[in-house]
């Protein structure tokens, strides 16, 4: 079976700090790979998404970057990190088929 | 400009009870939809799914129901039990680029199903 996940759990990080998050996912090859952001009281917002190895596409324009160095691997990263970059992120794959499963997601906090 | 509404932010039920929460798009270019069930700190859980071509997808206690004319769709869920209480996101899928599927969230519905 597929199973996924992120680390680290949760980060509290000062304004201007770089961050860099990760996900990896077991069980499956060449999968689709999805960041998601859910800020407080809001649904989640597709970040980026990944069909394959170096390939990134990025949904919203800000202040973050997504990586995929391995098949199974999706960083996202901030060279310096904004208040309005707090929130829940959630990496999720999923294949030409329709659904997507999520990881148990990162909490982060930037004061 | 949200494509995908979820117009109940909560919603309260007796256990044993009907939930049904419910969800309108605009996009006539999705053509499948997800229910997501999500715990706070938790990601989100799959619960069902269906697809523009069905009008009723049913999994045990949950069925989805799809009005495309009206551009909603709607879950229910019979008998609703205290462990059922948890955020549902309705969400939405068309093709991106590739083979990837793009989703479309929207913002949730609180369900707190009542012993």
């Known amino acids: 079976s597929q199973t996924i996940h992120q680390w680290p759990a949760t980060l509290v990080q000062p304004v201007g700090s770089p961050l860099s998050l990760e996900c990896t996912v077991e069980?499956?090859?060449?999968?689709?790979l999805y960041w998601y952001r859910q800020a407080a009281g809001r649904g989640l917002q597709l970040l980026f998404y990944?069909?394959?190895?170096?390939?990134i596409s990025s949904e919203v324009p800000q202040n973050l970057s997504a990586s995929r160095p391995q098949d199974r691997q999706f960083i996202l990263s901030s060279k310096k990190l904004l208040l309005s970059d707090s929130g829940f992120y959630l990496c999720?794959?999923?294949?030409?088929?329709?659904?997507?499963?999520f990881g148990p997601g990162t909490r982060l906090t930037v004061l | 400009d949200q494509q995908v509404k979820q117009n109940s932010p909560s919603l309260s039920v007796q256990e044993g009870r009907i939930s049904i929460l419910n969800c309108d798009y605009t996009?006539?270019?999705?053509?499948?939809f997800l229910w997501y069930k999500k715990y706070p700190a938790e990601g989100p859980t799959f619960l069902i799914s269906?697809?523009?071509?069905?009008d009723k997808n049913e999994d045990g206690r949950f069925t989805v129901f799809l009005n495309k004319s009206a551009k909603h769709l709607s879950l229910h869920i019979v008998p609703s039990q205290p462990g059922d209480s948890a955020v549902y996101f309705c969400?939405?899928?068309?093709?991106?680029?590739?083979?990837?599927?793009?989703?479309?969230f929207g913002s949730g519905t609180q369900l707190t199903v009542l012993p």
């Open positions: 269906i697809s523009s071509i069905k």
């Open positions: 996009n006539s270019m999705f053509d499948y």
């Open positions: 069980g499956t090859s060449n999968p689709n």
């Open positions: 969400a939405a899928s068309q093709i991106s680029s590739g083979s990837a599927r793009q989703l479309t």
């Open positions: 990944s069909v394959g190895i170096g390939q």
């Open positions: 999720a794959w999923g294949r030409s088929t329709d659904t997507q499963y």
